[in-house]
């Protein structure tokens, strides 16, 4: 039991400097000390940094695809694609901006993890991506998406911009409501015939 507590301190804590210093930044001697341990003892529960990186990584993105997956088994009988597509929209940046630094890290850190650490991660980053696919898919087969869209490039798009709020955004540039309205706005006029 205590070793599954320090073993989770370890993982929040590898997530909270991930997401603050990035990859090339985190140092093992950051992580202890934000974990309250000596740094050899990441060892004991870590075989490298890599390992311990590789599974924040893979960490954020599976919660932030659980947490989705959960917020659209909310949605009712009545929800029509575009709203479980704003559904899906609020919840990306809330999870992203408000309940993880695990998904935090993983959005920061993408591109900068070496190749060979991050086949779990694209493992996740595609079953994510085939939420959203389906979720646009359904609404453009439904008359709500314009006609003249690429849908990959669309969703693409979408995610970028949710994506990048991970970079900008912070409670002194308002709330994550106001965030997550303009998102929803911003998406539903760009995706919605004219």
């Given at each position: 039991?205590?070793s599954?507590?320090?073993?989770?301190?370890?993982?929040?804590?590898a997530?909270?400097?991930?997401s603050e210093k990035?990859?090339?930044?985190?140092r093992l001697?950051d992580v202890a000390?934000v974990?309250?341990?000596?740094?050899?003892?990441?060892?004991?529960y870590?075989?490298?940094?890599?390992?311990?990186v590789?599974?924040?990584?893979?960490?954020?993105?599976a919660?932030m695809?659980?947490?989705?997956?959960?917020?659209?088994d909310?949605?009712?009988?009545?929800?029509?694609p575009?709203?479980?597509i704003?559904?899906?929209?609020?919840?990306h940046l809330?999870?992203?901006l408000?309940?993880?630094d695990y998904?935090?890290a993983?959005?920061?850190?993408?591109?900068?993890i070496?190749e060979?650490?991050r086949?779990r991660?694209?493992?996740?980053?595609?079953?994510?991506?085939?939420?959203w696919?389906r979720?646009i898919k359904?609404a453009?087969?439904?008359g709500e998406v314009?006609?003249?869209?690429?849908?990959?490039?669309?969703r693409?798009l979408?995610?970028?911009?949710l994506?990048w709020a991970?970079?900008?955004w912070?409670?002194?540039?308002?709330?994550v409501d106001s965030?997550v309205?303009t998102?929803?706005?911003?998406?539903?006029?760009s995706?919605?015939p004219?």
């Amino acid at each position: 039991m205590k070793s599954a507590r320090t073993r989770a301190r370890i993982l929040d804590a590898a997530a909270r400097v991930l997401s603050e210093k990035g990859y090339a930044g985190t140092r093992l001697t950051d992580v202890a000390k934000v974990a309250e341990l000596q740094a050899p003892a990441i060892y004991y529960y870590f075989d490298s940094r890599e390992k311990l990186v590789e599974e924040v990584m893979w960490s954020g993105l599976a919660e932030m695809r659980a947490y989705l997956q959960a917020a659209l088994d909310q949605a009712t009988p009545e929800d029509t694609p575009m709203d479980r597509i704003m559904i899906a929209v609020d919840a990306h940046l809330r999870h992203e901006l408000e309940v993880s630094d695990y998904t935090t890290a993983s959005i920061r850190n993408a591109g900068q993890i070496p190749e060979h650490i991050r086949d779990r991660q694209r493992s996740e980053e595609k079953k994510y991506g085939d939420i959203w696919r389906r979720l646009i898919k359904d609404a453009f087969d439904e008359g709500e998406v314009r006609a003249d869209l690429d849908l990959f490039v669309a969703r693409m798009l979408i995610l970028g911009a949710l994506n990048w709020a991970a970079e900008w955004w912070r409670p002194r540039r308002g709330s994550v409501d106001s965030v997550v309205a303009t998102a929803q706005s911003m998406v539903r006029a760009s995706l919605s015939p004219r």
